[in-house]
C-alpha cells in the first residue's frame, strides 16, 4: 500500500452479533482513481461503505481518509467524504433549494461560498428546473439525483454512492456515469453496483468481496486483456471450409458458431490482419470482426459461484 | 452547527400541521381554563377581602392555570417529542446528519434546543394570558416569572426525556407511548413516598411535580433549579450514549 493513497482501510473486520459480515478486508484507494464494489446481495459492500463513511463501527481494523483515522479524528475525516447511502437521506418536507442549503451548512461550508456551492452541485446533477419543488414530490430519479447533488456539494476528495443509477432511467443512467468519470477526475470515487457493465464503463479499477471477503483487486485494463484464451469472431458471406481458416497465420484453432460465423483462437498476437488479406485474396465475403473481450460478467460468475453465499442479505441492516 | 440543526428542527415542525394544531388546541383549553378560574376568582373575591394575607389573583387564577397546563403538557409533549429521532431514523436521513462532520454531542444538542424553542414559543403563548391581566389589576411580577421559568424547565426535561426514548426506536408511536409512560410515571412517583412517614422520601424527591408545585408557588429553591438541569442533562447523555452504541451493533 503506499503512502499516498486517500483511503485506506486496513484489515477491517465486522461483526453483527456472532455473524462475520466483513473478514479482514484491506484495500487502498488513491487520489483520482474510480473504485468499483461488486459482490453479490449479502456480500459486505453496503457494510464497508458504512463503517468507512463512520456510519458503522469496525469490530476491527482501521480506516484512514487522507491520514485521519475516521475513528481517532472523526471530523476531518468526515469533511472529506461525501456518501450516498443505498436510501437517499433527503428531507421529504424541505425543498430542493432548502434541502441542499442545509447539507452545505452541515458541511461547514463557509456562508459566501454556499450559493456557488449549491450551483455547481444543481448542474452538476441536471437539478437546476426543480430548485423550489419539494423533495418528497419529485420522483425517485430526481431523489436519487439530490442524493448525489448533496454527497458533492462540499468538494470532497472522496466520494462513496452505494448503487448510484438506482431508479434512473438510461438518460440519466448515462449523465450520472459521465459525471462519475468527471469527479474521478481529480477525487476518488467508490461505487457499488450490481450492473457489470457500468462497472466496466465508469471505473479504473474493481474489487470483487465475496462473503465479507476480498476475492479479486484489479485494474479494468488487466482486467480487460485477462482471459484464459484469446479469440477472435469473423463471419463471412462465403465461408470456406475450416481447414483454410486454420491455415492462417496465428491461428491455433476454429469453433464453428453457425453457417456463416466462426470464433478463432489464437495465442499471442491477433489474426485480425491476415484473416482480412485472406478473405481478399479468397473472396470470403468478410462483413463482421469482432474481438472477443474477457467481459466483467464472466470473471464475477466465475469468482462467486462455486459456493453460494450462505445466509440472508446482510445489506438490508442499518 | 447546533443552531443549524435547531433551525431544521423547528422548521420542519412548522412544516407539517402537528405544530400548529398543538399551538390551537393548547391555547384553546387553557384559554377557557383560565376563564373559568376567573370566573372562579370572583366568586371567592369577597369572602378573600376578609382574610388576612389572602392568596392574590397570581396564586388563585394564574397558578393553577399553569397547574392545569402542566397536566395537559405532560399528555401532548410526547407527540412533538416522538418524532425527532424516531423519524430520521425510520426515513435513514440520520445518515445525513452522521456522515456530516459532526460530533453526536452536536446532532443531540441541536435536536433539543429545536425542541426547546418549540417550548418557548408554546410558554411564551401561554403567558399572554396572565398578561393580559395587567389591564385590570397589579400582579405579583416575582411570582409570574417564577411560574414561567418553572413552566421551561419542566417541558425542557419533558423534551430530554421524549428526545432520549425516540432515539431508542424508530417508531415513532412507540416513542410517544413510552414517552407518556415514563413523564406520567415521573408524575405520580411521589404517590408512594407520601403514604411514608415525613413524605420527604426519595420518591418525593424524583417527582416532576414536587419541583414544579413549589416553584408554581413562587418558591425559587436551587435544589428545584438543579433538579431539572440534572435531568436534562443525564438524558442528553443518555440520547448521546444511544446514538453512539448504535454504531457498534
New interface residues.
Partial sequence: MDSTALVKVENLTRF?QKQCAINQLSFSLGAGEVLGFLGPNGAGKTTTMQII?????PSEGQVSINGFDIIES???A??L?G?L???P??????TVDEFLK??A????LKRAGIATAMAQAKANCGLNDVGHRLIGNLSKGYQQRVGIA?AIIHNPLVVILDEPTIGLDPIQIREIRSLIKTLGEERSVIISSHILSEVQATCDRVLIIREGKLIYNASIESLENQGKELSITVALKQPPGIESLIEIDQVEHVETIDDNRFRLYFNSSSPAESVVKASVEQQWGLYELVPDRASLEDLFIELTRDKPPAGESRESR? | ?IL??AR?EIT?MF??PLAWVILGVVQIILGYVFLAQLDNYFILQPRLLALKNAPGVTDIVIASTFQVAAIILLMIMPLITMRTIAEEKR?????????????MTEIVLGKFLGLFLFVFILVSLLMLMPLSLYMGTDLDAGKLFSIYLSMLLLLGSFAAIGLYLSSLTDNQTIAAVSTFGALLMLWIINWLGESVADGQSVMTYLSLLHHYQNMLEGIFDSSDLAYYLILIVTFLVLTIRQLDRE???
Fill in positions: 453483527y463513511t463512520g456510519n458503522l463501527a472523526p471530523r476531518q468526515k469533511q467524504i456518501y447511502p443505498e436510501h437521506p433527503v428531507y421529504r418536507d424541505a442545509y447539507c451548512q452541515l458541511r461547514r448533496q442499518s | 452547527m443549524t440543526i431544521r420542519a412544516l407539517s426515513n435513514k436521513t440520520l445518515t445525513l446528519l452522521i456522515s456530516s462532520p459532526l460530533s454504531r457498534l451493533l
